[in-house]
Structure formats: structure tokens, C-alpha cells
């Protein structure tokens, strides 16, 4: 097995074709017979190559019964010659494998093929060899071997089986053919090996029975041949399957290939669209948390305005009642109204008696107090004068006595460096001894006097110092009186306040600049020498019903009239006291309100607007009351609120539709403040100045995107006032806002559109809401709803409004005939403000109309 295979290379080519065989002989029966034998064996098993294999690997396989083998005939007691001395060619079994070496499938594995070529020695007693393999040797009996016995020869054997072969006998007169060998064994050619050299006929016969053998093997090899083609078709058409196989597969690995791709590409993109989608779900979140604050915001929005709804509902409803009540009260008692008009009448003027008396008792103690402290601050002068006189006087005594103290201890050394003198020298003149004696004594005397002086003196000094305590005692009372007085002052400065009422309104009108503007309006300030609180103004031309043409004169009573001659400096002389108020710890609220044009930018915020001046003198007010214990700090900020949002006119104008500030109340100190704005401490007068000047950029800036930005916005400037009081502990925090609002012209006379209608709106609902929270004020009612949430406005100055805040309102009138009725709508809203009575009585009063023909 193991030649076979090393040899399965060669197996095909080396079948030995007929036209081989040489020369006749005997040898050449011997090949014919042995190869036909050998053939019809392989013939006989070739085809099918799967049955093959099973019968030759059986040990049990019979060859045809009509013929022996080779093995049996090499069995036989006869010596053959096997092969001539020298190199000699061994059949050795080749099994036929599959090309690659690999074995085959199915049937052609079973089949082998022996072809070897390999050279061998000539013994061959000691080994054993195949049964089937044959050795042939064609040539002339007696000589040597021809090229054929020398040659590598081609030779078929089946090697299923191997047994041990009985050694050959050499032949001793020639060498011998195998073929001669083998003819003797021969039945069919009995003469073979016996003929003799003149038996021509006979060894014809012979050669016939060669050639019909070798016709067989002929034959036998066509057979073999057409078996190994077959063997060969199937191996091509195993190929041709393997190649269609190999086809598939390698058709089918690009196709996974392909897949692999596929799915690589198709994993890539579902990575892709996982981040995709992962990052859109972010978003998403983002989104809709954004989205949900905004709903939350909006449902609280939502459910604030619920409420307000429902209050309005419930105040709506209980106006309703009330009106109702009212109107029933009204048919049920005319008469008895009449007397209560009456009673209101003398209750009114015994309140504005009460008012007068309280005022001047205030006036009268004020003065008092300004006196006393007066003769205080003199007293304490004088004696500041008299401790500086003292303390002087002291020193020159102390002077003078060190002075003397020197003399003396010069005296006493001068006395007794001459009675050392005299001692020494001993001259005695009684004469110069009785004058220096009596100068002796004129120098005890006077050290005697400067020691009385001395004492006289260390005695006036310490009266001095006792008066001098007593100095500093009285003056550090006189200190503290004035500290009380200063809390009563603040007492009974509030109370005047509140007398004057907790909503003041005062009217401004302003000048007509020149001609152009058109005609002037009729006004009337009848009281202008008294206490100027009255305006008249001559209302258009209405024709009647008969064709008469009149005119309605509207009358107007406020806490002021400014006329068009008066100056900020007038009109601030006014509000200075409440100014005073906000240093003392109240919420002060000062409105300008008026039609655009009509001077509240002018009033507020000009350089010498209300705001500078309030600035100053609160300045000014805290510099002074530090002698009384009092350190203030003040913190300033401005804010817009434009279309009900707010925007810090002291931040940067860009952030103004970026940055959101939310209005937060602080319930148990009633205060306000508002997130994310810039606060300016005011340390300097100058401050101000720079705050007015920023908060104009900015509204100038935003005015470029949505016009007139000023007169479109509510203004507000707002000072924090915190006082320490050292001495006392006292403590106050005030709030004075001072508010320029929007232009308060109505939505139908500006004729807006668009962008200005939402402003507008804006501007007559916070306007309006302004008006309510007012009128809710005025009802008085403790725990009443107010509608301060009702508006950005109105929430922003909920604590400046209400409660023990004071709130000035100063209405702006054009002077101007074509601004008339605008003019009238705004001085009718302020009259409504000022009968509003908050925190104390106050007097009514009503827009008195009379018509007159004209
Ligand atoms: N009492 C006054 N004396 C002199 N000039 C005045 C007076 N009132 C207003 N003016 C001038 O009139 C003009 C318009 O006034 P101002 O800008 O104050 O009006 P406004 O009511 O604030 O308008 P807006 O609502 O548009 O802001 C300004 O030039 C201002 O200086």
C-alpha cells in the first residue's frame, strides 16, 4: 500500500501498449496467458469501481474458475525462472485514489490501480509480494534479457492480498525468461518449452495461440482501457460536480459575503439610526419637558386666572348685591338719605375740623420741637464755648504754677548755696545777714502765696472738671431727647400723612410750546391764589336737539393743580414729604399718568425730574440723620414692563427678550423683588444721574425694533431704603417707586394695528387694572380681594399700593384742543383715584359739569 500510493502519480502512463511486444517466443504465451489472466481480472472488476473495491478488499474474492492465477501457478512445485540476475522491475499495487491524493468517493474509492515502476533488487526469496503482480519479459529464450527484462516495465495487480512465495530456483545452463517459466504450466499450449526447432507448424500454432491470447488481452485492455475511461468520466464528472459544487459554494460564500456586508452595512445603520433616534429622544425630552413647564406655567397662569375670574365673579356678583341692596335701601328710606346726607355733611366737616385741629397740633408741636431742639443746640453750644474756655484757663494755671514750682526749687538752692557761702568764708555783717534774712523771708512768703495760689487753682480745676462732666452729661441727654423727638417727629410726621390722605392725586398741565401745535384748549385754574386745587375746562361745542349750540364746563378738584407755569422744583416741593416717608420705612408709590405727550417723561425722569431730586434729598436726609444714630443704605433698579413682560433697563437691551424676570412677594416682610435684575447702590448723588442716563440707551435701543418704545412701556425706578439706628436699634425699610407710565391714550382714537394693538391693549389693560386695584382699595374692606395679580404692573407694586403704603398720582393734561377729549377720559379716571380713601377718611369730591350757551 504504502509504493502504491507513493507511486499513484505514474499509474496510467505506464500501460504497456500492444505494439510492445517483440519478438514471439516462448516467454511471450507466458505474458499473453499471465496479462489475459490478470486482465480478465481487472476487466472483470473493473466497472463498477464501488463493487470493485468491495470484492478486492475481501480476502474471500474467487477468481474465475476456468483459469489460475498467477498466485496458484507461483504456488506450483515447478521452478520458474522469475527474472534474470541485474535490476529488475517489481509490480508494486498502486491503489487508484482520487487526483488530490485524497480518497475517493462512493465506488471509485474502492478501486485500485497498481502501476509502479520502482527498481528493485533481484531477491526476492526473503519479501513478500503481491499474489497478483506479475512480472513480464519479452526477449529470445537464451540470451540476455532484452531492454524489456532490463526496463522498468508496466505491469496491473490487484493487491488484495500477500502471501509468502516459495523461493524460485535460478536456471543453471541460461537464463531463463519468465515466459519459458511459465509455459510449462501451461494446458493450453502443452508443446511449449518441447517444440523443436524444425517444428515450424508447431510453433506457428503456438504463435497463433499467442496472438489469440494476445487478441484477448487486447481485448482485456480495451476493456481495462474503456473501464479506466469510465473511471476517468466518472472522476471528470465528479470534478465537473466538485467545480459545480465548488461553483455553489464559492457563489454561495459571496453571496454570505454580500449578506455579511449587508448586514454590516445594515448594523451600521441601525447603530446610526439608534444615535439618531437616541439623540432625537433627548431632544424630544427636552422638548417636551420645555414644553411641559410651559403648560405648567400656563396652567398655574390658567388657574391664577380661574381665580381672578371667580373673584371678579364673586365681587361682580356681590357689587351686584350690594347695588341691589343698595337700590332697595334707596326706595325704602329717601327721606331718611336726605338726613344722612346730612349727617355725612357735618360729619364730614367736623372730620375736616378734626383734620385742621390735628394739623395744627402736629404744626404746633413740630414747631415746638424744632424750638426745643433749637434752645438745645444752643445750650449745648454755650456750654461746649464754656468747657473750651475752661480748659484753656486750666491750662495757663497749670502753666503758671509749673512756672512757680521751678522759681521756688531755684529760691531754695540760691538760700542754701549763701549760708553754705557764709559758713566758709565767716564773715558775719549783721547788716547783710538781716537783708539777706529778710530776703529769706520775702522768698517764704512768696513760695508761701504760690503755694496757696496753687491750690486755689488745682481747686478751680477740679470745679472745672466737674462742670465739664456735668457738660458732657447734660449734653449727651439733650442727645437723646433729640433722638425721641426724632421718633416722634416720624410719628407724627406719618399721622399729617395719613391726615393728607393715603392716595393723593395731583393735576399737571403742561405749557403750549408754540403754534403749531395747534389750538389751546380752555382751562380755568380759579383758585390759583388760594390752595390751587381746582381745574375748569370748557368742553367742544354739542349741538341740542333745538339747534342750540353749548358748551359743558367740567370741573376738577385734586390734592394740586400745577399750572403750565409751574417747574419740577414747585412740583416736587409737594412729594418731598413723602419722599421723607420712604426714608422713614413706608412703600411709596409716585405715578405719573397722562396721554403721550402730556409731560410725564418731563415730570419723572428729566434732569430735574422727581426722580434726581428724591435721589438728592434722600441723599442729603440720610448724610444728616447719621448724627442721629441713623446709617441708611439705598439700592436702586429700573425696570420696564413692556407688553406685560419685564426688562431691566439697567441690564444690557439685548437681553431684553431674552431674559425672563419673575415678580416674587415676600408675605411676612411685604416686600417685592424681582429676579435677575442689576441694583445700583447709590453712595454718591451722581449715581442717579448715571442710572437715568443708561436706562434711556437702553429704552432708546429697544426703540429702534418697536417705536416710541417710551411712551409704549410702564417705567419703573425703584429705591430701597434701609436704616440702622445705632443707638436706638431701630430699624426701617422703605420702597419709593416712582412709575412713568404708558401713554394712556384708547385703542379706537390711536387707530392701531397689529404689533401697536397688542401694545396698546396691553397698556389699557394694565391701565385698567391699575384703576380696579385702586377701586378695590377704596372699598376698605379688610381681606377684600384685590386684583394685583390681574397685571404685571399691579403685581410688581402689590406692597406699594395697599396696606400703610402712601401712593401719589400725578395726572398729565395736554394743554391742547385736539388732545380735549383724551384729556377729559384721563382727568375723570384720576378723579376716581382720588375718591378713593385708603387706610384714613377723606373728603369726596365729584367732576361738577355745568352747561352754558355759548
Ligand atoms: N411742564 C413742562 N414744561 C416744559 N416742557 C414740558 C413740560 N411737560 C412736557 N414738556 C415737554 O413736552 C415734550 C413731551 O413730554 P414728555 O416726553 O414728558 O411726554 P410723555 O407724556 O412722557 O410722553 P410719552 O408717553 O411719549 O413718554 C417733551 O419735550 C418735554 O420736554
Known amino acids: 500500500m504504502e509504493h502504491a500510493e507513493e507511486n499513484s502519480s505514474t499509474r496510467v502512463s505506464r ?24 486482465r480478465s481480472k481487472q476487466v472483470s472488476r473493473m466497472p463498477p469501481p464501488g463493487s470493485l473495491k468491495h470484492k478486492l478488499g475481501s480476502s474471500n474474492y474467487e477468481p474465475e474458475p476456468k483459469r489460475k492465477t498467477l498466485a496458484e501457478r507461483a504456488g506450483e512445485p515447478r521452478s520458474v525462472a522469475a527474472a534474470t540476475p541485474g535490476p529488475r522491475t517489481f509490480v508494486k499495487a498502486t491503489s487508484l485514489v482520487g487526483a488530490s491524493g485524497k480518497p475517493m468517493h462512493g465506488r471509485t474509492q474502492s478501486y485500485t490501480s497498481s502501476i509502479s515502476s520502482s527498481t528493485r533488487t533481484p531477491s526476492v526469496s526473503s519479501r513478500n509480494t503481491s499474489n497478483g503482480s506479475f512480472a513480464s519479459s519479452v526477449g529470445p529464450a537464451g540470451r540476455p534479457a532484452t531492454s524489456y527484462g532490463s526496463r522498468s516495465q508496466t505491469s496491473m495487480a490487484f493487491s488484495q492480498s500477500t502471501t509468502t512465495r516459495p523461493t524460485l530456483a535460478m536456471p543453471k545452463s541460461r537464463p531463463t525468461t519468465s515466459m519459458e517459466n511459465y509455459s510449462d504450466d501451461d494446458e493450453d499450449i502443452p508443446s511449449q518449452g518441447k517444440r523443436k526447432a524444425w517444428d515450424v507448424r508447431g510453433r506457428l500454432e503456438d504463435v497463433e495461440a499467442m496472438y489469440s491470447r494476445m487478441k484477448d488481452t487486447l481485448a482485456g ?63 424630544n425630552i427636552r422638548t417636551t419637558r420645555i414644553v411641559m413647564d410651559d403648560m405648567k406655567r400656563e396652567h398655574r397662569n390658567e388657574i391664577d386666572q380661574l381665580r381672578r375670574d371667580n373673584a371678579d365673579e364673586v365681587e361682580r356678583l356681590l357689587r351686584l348685591h350690594r347695588e341691589e341692596l343698595r337700590e332697595l335701601e334707596r326706595r325704602a328710606a329717601t327721606e331718611m338719605e336726605d338726613r344722612i346726607r346730612e349727617l355725612q355733611r357735618r360729619n364730614d366737616s367736623k372730620l375736616e375740623d378734626e383734620r385742621i385741629r390735628r394739623l395744627r397740633e402736629v404744626q404746633e408741636l413740630e414747631s415746638r420741637i424744632t424750638t426745643e431742639s433749637q434752645s438745645l443746640d444752643l445750650a449745648l453750644q454755650k456750654k461746649d464755648r464754656e468747657i473750651q474756655n475752661m480748659r484753656g484757663e486750666l491750662e495757663d494755671v497749670r502753666g503758671e504754677l509749673d512756672r512757680e514750682q521751678i522759681l521756688k526749687g531755684n529760691a531754695q538752692r540760691d538760700l542754701s548755696a549763701l549760708k553754705e557761702t557764709f559758713q566758709m568764708t565767716g564773715v ?3 547788716s547783710t ?30 470745679e472745672m472738671e466737674s462742670r465739664l462732666q456735668d457738660a458732657v452729661r447734660s449734653a449727651e441727654v439733650s442727645k437723646q431727647k433729640l433722638i425721641k423727638e426724632e421718633s416722634l417727629r416720624r410719628i407724627l410726621f406719618n399721622q399729617v400723612q395719613e391726615l393728607k390722605g393715603n392716595i393723593r392725586v395731583m393735576c399737571r398741565v403742561r405749557p403750549v410750546f408754540d403754534t403749531t401745535e395747534g389750538d389751546a384748549a380752555k382751562l380755568k385754574f380759579p383758585d390759583t391764589e388760594k390752595e390751587s386745587k381746582e381745574l375748569e375746562i370748557l368742553g367742544k361745542e354739542e349741538k341740542s336737539s333745538l339747534g342750540n349750540i353749548t358748551r359743558k364746563t367740567h370741573s376738577f378738584t385734586f390734592d394740586r393743580v400745577f399750572g403750565p407755569e409751574s417747574q419740577n422744583q414747585e412740583v416736587f416741593e409737594e412729594i418731598s414729604q413723602l419722599v421723607q416717608s420712604a426714608l422713614d420705612g413706608y412703600n411709596v408709590c409716585i405715578f405719573c399718568y397722562g396721554q403721550t405727550g402730556s409731560g410725564k417723561t418731563h415730570t419723572m425722569s428729566s434732569a430735574d425730574g422727581m426722580i434726581p431730586r428724591a435721589t438728592h434729598q434722600i441723599y442729603e436726609t440720610a448724610t444728616n440723620l447719621k448724627d442721629k444714630g441713623w446709617t441708611y443704605t439705598m439700592e436702586g433698579s429700573f425696570v420696564e414692563v413692556y407688553n406685560e413682560e419685564i426688562h431691566d433697563l439697567l441690564g444690557s437691551s439685548k437681553d431684553f427678550d431674552k431674559k425672563k424676570h419673575e415678580i416674587r412677594h415676600d408675605e411676612q416682610k411685604k416686600q417685592t423683588t424681582v429676579t435677575g435684575l442689576k441694583t445700583v447702590t447709590l453712595d454718591s448723588p451722581n449715581t442717579v444721574e448715571m442710572i437715568l442716563k443708561q436706562a434711556a440707551n437702553n429704552r432708546s435701543v429697544a426703540a429702534t425694533k418697536s417705536n416710541e418704545r417710551s411712551s409704549r412701556s410702564h417705567s419703573v425706578f425703584i429705591l430701597k431704603l434701609v436704616g440702622r439706628n445705632s443707638t436706638t436699634n431701630e430699624t426701617s425699610e422703605g420702597t419709593l417707586n416712582l412709575v412713568d407710565l404708558a401713554g394712556s391714550e384708547r385703542l379706537k382714537s390711536s387707530g392701531a394695528e397689529g404689533d401697536r394693538m397688542k401694545e396698546t391693549q396691553n397698556i389699557n389693560k394694565s391701565l385698567s387694572c391699575l384703576g380696579d386695584v385702586i377701586g378695590a382699595l377704596g372699598q376698605g374692606k379688610e381681606g377684600a380681594h384685590i386684583p394685583y395679580r390681574n397685571s404685571k404692573l399691579t403685581y ?10 402712601k401712593t401719589l398720582m400725578f395726572v398729565m393734561a395736554s394743554p391742547l384742543e385736539a388732545h380735549l377729549s383724551e384729556t377729559l377720559t384721563s382727568l375723570k379716571f384720576a378723579t376716581k383715584v382720588h375718591n378713593t380713601h385708603i387706610g384714613t377718611a377723606k373728603k369726596s369730591t365729584k367732576v361738577r359739569e355745568r352747561t352754558s350757551e355759548s
Request: hydrophobic content about 30%; aromatic content about 4%; proline content about 2%.
Open 433 to 462: 545777714i538781716q537783708s539777706l534774712e529778710s530776703t529769706v523771708a520775702s522768698l517764704r512768703a512768696r513760695i508761701h502765696f504760690l503755694e496757696s495760689g496753687s491750690k486755689a487753682q488745682s481747686d478751680s480745676f477740679a
Open 15 to 38: 500501460l504497456r501498449p500492444p505494439t510492445q511486444i517483440a519478438s514471439p517466443g516462448k516467454g511471450l504465451s507466458e505474458i499473453s496467458e499471465s496479462e489475459n489472466n490478470a
Open 221 to 283: 485492455t480495451n476493456l481495462e482501457r474503456s473501464g479506466l475511461e469510465e473511471a476517468v468520466s466518472i472522476y471528470k464528472t465528479r470534478i465537473a460536480e466538485l467545480e459545480v459544487l465548488r461553483t455553489q459554494i464559492s457563489s454561495e460564500n459571496k453571496t454570505l459575503e454580500s449578506d455579511l456586508d449587508a448586514m454590516r452595512q445594515k448594523t451600521n445603520m441601525l447603530q446610526e439610526r439608534l444615535l439618531t433616534t437616541t439623540t432625537s429622544l433627548e431632544d
Open 428 to 430: 558775719e555783717s549783721s
Open 796 to 805: 410688581l407694586l402689590q406692597y406699594s399700593l395697599g396696606g400703610n403704603s
